[in-house]
């Protein structure tokens, strides 16, 4: 009797949820039924009235500082006019609307249609937009614009031509890019208040059309420090592809050069997202933010603004004044370009970076006109190349306190050995030394201190065949020459030594020319930065870094091992510190060399260091290349007693490292009469604008 009972429990259990799930169905069936049959065209009349949009809202890029807080990039409040996808009907109206507003406050609208001046900029521009609407490629340019008035139907607007193609361009950029009620394409950035004001005003009738309030990278010093700093710019289909998963979009701006390329991640911060409810029209129903953007990170950087000014100022006066023969340089030559690096002596960080000519990154921000970059290009003194970095130069004369310590070490010569120089040397092709070259003139005995002050090249003929081309590599590789120093930027190029390469053939009087600095011996300007500071405190190879510090928004520092860590994945190269077992005795009689070098009349560059204050260990160089006028070359330390920095300078055809040397002076003077006060007073000048009017 009891299992009956239960199995009539369980039957009568089964039945009832058979009976709940046929009445939940039932349920559903009759809502389905209401929402796309009885009510259908009611709720989809609403749900065309309230459709939702989000837009990304750039997050702020970090700030980036000189050591003392200098500001050197920031950003600023951008108006950006953008549109979304109405009535096609309307668009032409709309753009040309756009269009007066923004040529009657001199703003410009943004596209990548490839003409300017109703020429295209290339024939393969005109290829590449033949290809994309499938025109024949054969087309004349005329043609070409032809068969796009009347693709966009723009021969119904009274206009002239030079607007129609204006809209063409517009008209491309919107069909060039993703566009669609829910995603927009950016017709101008960075507009006056007036235009963002009149847009605003017109808003009724300009459907599709919003005006997005962004931030602006702004660099408030123009081309200080530009080759360091890099740019920004808008990103590139190929980084959009690599990069969306991690946040960008097609409009993201993202470093293109410099530290905003490195330092990339940590100065991009995290977008956020801005709820747009729209209609089918386009009319906007209501906005409000879901997403706050979080700025980036703030790098402060390790060089100092003014010893930057004093830098450039200095390397673009002194160029000119070798290129014109100006009172005080010998004669004119062909110099038209330069560079200097100064550096810590015992931490390696960089204090001053300048490559000459330059460049204004504000330029490319929203995108660098095609006429201006054509003009960036056409010169030929490359005012985009980094030459402290990715230049690579004979060090000329300036590579002996390496030959000498070399010949020292190795013990080929000692410190009170003379070797008397006749003036042209008896080995090999009998090479001359340039005192007896310029003047049939002789440095008669010398020794390595010496020979050093003068610069003799006979001396240091002896010392290279003594010695050999293996002990001289060996020694070029120990100061970091030949290889890169770890800086924090792309395009460190590695540089060559003379006669690493085993492959070759060799001789003695490659050797000879080896010894003095030239030959295939080239190095970076940094390379050269890090062996003169190497030299000054003793031994201590140490990288060459631009980083001070990385800070969030909660001023968290980001761990010097991470900043490391990144700095190594970035550049691809890992360096490694070193002490190097230099005999101090050796290094105080180079050194003794290079302070008459700059003290001592008959030195070098005694002409331009006789009334400084500061004790200068300092070298000239002047070293021969392919074509034109030599280059010239100054490399020192100061002080003598207790070095704190080094700076190296170049330039291009500057014929002496003497004329050169006048470059390095006003730094070292500018360096040694910082004070506090002077840093506060420049910190608090430095003003950012948040809107532009």
């Not at 550096?343 to 006429?371: C, H, Q, R, W």
């Amino acid at each position: 009797m009891k299992l009956k009972i239960n199995i009539n429990f369980f039957e009568n259990r089964i039945l009832i949820l058979k009976i709940l799930v046929i009445i939940i169905g039932i349920v559903f069936a009759l809502r389905l039924i209401d929402l796309q049959i009885i009510n259908g065209a009611s709720y989809r009349e609403q749900s065309e009235k309230k459709m939702l949009r989000e837009t990304t809202i750039e997050a702020p890029r970090g700030e980036i500082y000189d050591r003392n807080g200098v500001v050197l990039a920031t950003s600023k409040l951008a108006y950006d006019v953008e549109i979304f996808k109405v009535g096609d009907e309307n668009l032409n109206n709309t753009l040309l609307k756009v269009l007066n507003i923004l040529e009657q406050n001199k703003d410009e609208y943004t596209s990548s249609f490839p003409m300017e001046d109703n020429e295209f900029h290339s024939n393969e521009d005109r290829v590449k937009v033949c290809e994309t609407y499938d025109i024949d490629t054969k087309s004349t340019t005329a043609e070409i614009l032809d068969y796009l008035y009347i693709k966009y139907d723009l021969n119904k607007l009274n206009v002239s031509n030079d607007v129609k193609n204006k809209l063409v361009a517009l008209r491309y950029e919107i069909g060039t890019n993703p566009f669609s009620l829910f995603r927009s394409v950016t017709l101008a950035k960075d507009i006056s208040y007036n235009s963002m004001a009149m847009i605003e005003e017109l808003k009724s009738e300009l459907p599709g059309i919003e005006i997005n309030v962004n931030s602006k990278r702004y660099y408030p010093n123009g081309t200080i420090a530009s080759h360091l700093l890099g740019y920004v710019s808008k990103i590139s289909n190929e980084e959009y592809k690599e990069l969306k998963d991690e946040g960008y979009t097609y409009n993201s701006i993202i470093g293109k050069m410099g530290i905003e390329t490195t330092m990339e991640a940590f100065l991009k911060g995290s977008n956020g997202i801005k709820r747009t409810e729209v209609d089918a029209e386009g009319e906007i129903a209501g906005e409000y933010i879901y997403k706050e953007a979080d700025s980036g990170n703030n790098v402060t950087l390790t060089i100092d603004y003014r010893l930057q000014q004093v830098a450039e100022k200095n390397l673009k006066k002194v160029i000119n004044n070798i290129r014109t023969g100006a009172p005080g340089y010998s004669k004119k030559s062909d110099a038209t370009s330069g560079v200097v690096v100064a550096i810590d002596v015992n931490s390696a960080e960089i204090l001053a970076m300048a490559s000459y000519p330059t460049f204004d990154p504000n330029e490319f921000v929203s995108g660098i006109k095609y006429s201006s970059w054509k003009k960036i290009m056409a010169n030929t003194s490359k005012p985009m190349f980094n030459r402290a970095i990715s230049g690579t130069y004979s060090p000329g004369s300036t590579f002996k306190m390496l030959s000498a310590l070399a010949g020292l070490d190795s013990k080929v010569i000692t410190i009170s050995e003379k070797i008397k120089a006749n003036g042209r040397y008896e080995y090999a092709n009998r090479p001359m030394c340039w005192v007896y070259s310029y003047y049939g003139r002789t440095h008669g005995w010398v020794n390595v201190s010496d020979a050093i002050k003068v610069s003799c090249n006979c001396f240091f003929y002896e010392v290279g065949r003594r010695m050999g081309i293996d002990n001289l590599v060996k020694y070029c590789q120990m100061f970091g020459l030949g290889n890169k120093t770890g800086v924090e930027l792309y395009g460190e190029a590695k540089g060559m030594i003379a006669g690493a390469n085993k492959n070759m053939d060799w001789y003695l009087g490659d050797t000879l020319s080896a010894v003095i600095g030239q030959s295939y011996n080239s190095f970076t300007p940094v390379q050269l930065a890090n062996y003169i500071a190497t030299l000054a405190n003793g031994g201590t190879l140490n990288r060459a870094t631009v980083i001070k510090n990385v800070v969030n928004a909660e001023d968290e520092y980001v761990s010097s091992e991470d900043l490391l860590a990144h700095a190594e994945k970035v550049t691809g190269y890992k360096f490694i510190s070193t002490r190097l077992d230099l005999n101090q005795k050796h290094v105080d009689a180079v050194v003794e060399g290079m302070k008459s070098v700059t003290s001592e009349q008959g030195g070098t560059s005694y002409i331009v260091f006789k009334n400084s204050d500061i004790e200068v260990a300092g070298k000239t160089g002047t070293a021969q290349v392919s074509s034109g006028h030599p280059n010239g070359v100054f490399v020192g330390f100061a002080p003598i007693e207790n070095p704190q920095i080094a700076v190296v300078a170049i330039v291009e055809h500057g014929d002496s490292g003497t004329a050169v040397a006048n470059i390095v002076k006003p730094i070292l003077e500018e360096y040694f009469d910082i004070s506090n006060e002077n840093v506060n007073k420049e910190v608090n000048e430095v003003l950012v604008p948040s809107i532009k009017y």
